[in-house]
């Protein structure tokens, strides 16, 4: 055998032994994440607005939210945090006739979700329920995210939240992103999320949450009924948050 | 050359006698040592007698205790189920975080983030609830 054959033959064999010790590797990794994903799969859980339901001065929905899960408030803007907040819409000089409007604006669980994608860590992630949530263990605060969400939705913890309401659910230690996640600690054990339950407790009944996949829910047939719109569909980002009267 | 004095052909038997002895020394002193040592100090908090219910066997939570709580971590997280094992599960019988917790992992060296953003009774709220309780 020549020095040309040997090395063409040599490498043939090296390349076949690593192909045969990475196969099932691979096969296990991607049987475990479907394994894993199994549970949650099918789900498709979005939320609908309904502006014309929503009181104007109302703050329901933003204290459960605080007391649900210790969503920090210092007082000063330029580090609280909001997962769901009220922003009011000055109409543009071009778009006469219309009224102020006071919006509730919140993380549109987009279907292609920016944030995730720039994530360097994976920390930020669609669950396959399509829940887009942040692995606080895994950030490390480089705050991609927060520039990629066109919905400026994402919050930096600037520092640490000083009160601790609901102690059964974790507070952020600071230097960590975070946004709505649609309170999937509740929705694990069967619930809904805390905003949901408390705009029906205040009688304005403006949030519907529920699974887009299954067509009987009361989300789905009003998404289907027409009128509910997204913000900035021509982003691609393909929100799950609608919204009526906008 | 002169011959030496101390060790010579007839008292080589004496010298590797004391040479043994010397050797086994230590070994004959940690047999004997439980004569006259007094009893160990308790090092962690006992638990409650619910311990029986821990997850896995005592020995295996000493070692493998934080494998299985970032296993739990990642379930919860990523597919929202977990192996049932919750800091607050922990919570329920070592009750003492300081004594229970800390204790072990402040003489280890290793630093504990984890009640940074999880919730632990601290020992000044364990005294209140107790004192409260009686």
């Known amino acids: 055998m020549d020095r040309r054959n040997f090395l063409k033959r040599g490498s043939a064999a090296v390349a076949g032994a690593a192909g045969a010790l990475s196969l099932p590797v691979l096969s296990s990794c991607t049987s475990e994440a479907e394994a894993a994903g199994s549970r949650l799969e099918g789900k498709k859980w979005g939320m609908l607005i309904d502006l014309t339901r929503c009181r104007e001065g109302c703050t329901a929905c933003m204290d459960a939210c605080r007391e649900e899960n210790n969503v920090a408030y210092h007082g000063d803007r330029r580090w609280d945090v909001h997962w769901i907040r009220k922003a009011t819409l000055h109409p543009h000089e071009e778009s006469a006739g219309l009224e102020e409007k006071e919006v509730l604006l919140m993380c549109n669980q987009c279907d292609e979700p920016p944030c995730a994608m720039v994530c360097p860590v994976q920390a930020t992630y669609k669950r396959p329920d399509g829940i887009v949530l942040v692995d606080h263990h895994r950030c490390i605060g480089c705050r991609y995210c927060m520039l990629a969400c066109p919905y400026n939705a994402r919050f930096f913890n600037w520092k640490e939240n000083p009160e601790w309401p609901n ?35 205040s009688g304005a009944g403006a949030l519907i949450f529920g699974d887009l996949n ?33 | 050359m002169k011959r030496s004095t101390v060790l010579t052909e007839k008292n080589r038997g004496a010298w590797a006698t004391v040479f043994t002895v010397i050797i086994l020394l230590p070994v004959v002193f940690s047999i004997l040592k439980p004569l006259w040592a007094a009893e160990p100090e308790v090092f962690l908090d006992p638990p409650d007698p619910r311990w029986e219910s821990c997850f896995r066997p005592k020995e295996y939570m000493r070692f493998h205790h934080m494998d299985l709580l970032k296993e739990a971590r990642s379930q919860v997280i990523r597919d929202g189920s977990g192996n049932g094992i919750t800091l607050a599960g922990c919570g329920d019988c070592h009750r003492n975080r300081e004594a229970f917790c800390d204790r072990c992992h402040e003489k280890a060296s290793v630093s504990l983030d984890c009640f940074g953003c999880h919730y632990y009774l601290t020992p000044s709220e364990l005294e209140e609830l107790e004192g409260g309780g009686h």
Not at chain 1, 224 to 235: C, I, L, S, T
């Open chain 1, 167 to 201: 102690k059964e659910y974790p507070r952020r230690s600071h230097g960590v992103a975070e946004s709505c996640h649609f309170c999937a600690h509740l929705i694990d054990k069967g619930g809904r999320p805390a905003c949901v339950a408390a705009c029906e407790r």
């Open chain 1, 214 to 246: 299954d067509p009987g829910s009361e989300i789905s047939r009003l998404v289907a009924a027409g009128g509910a719109k997204r913000v900035r569909e021509d982003f691609g980002t393909q929100p799950k948050v609608y919204y009526l009267g906008l």
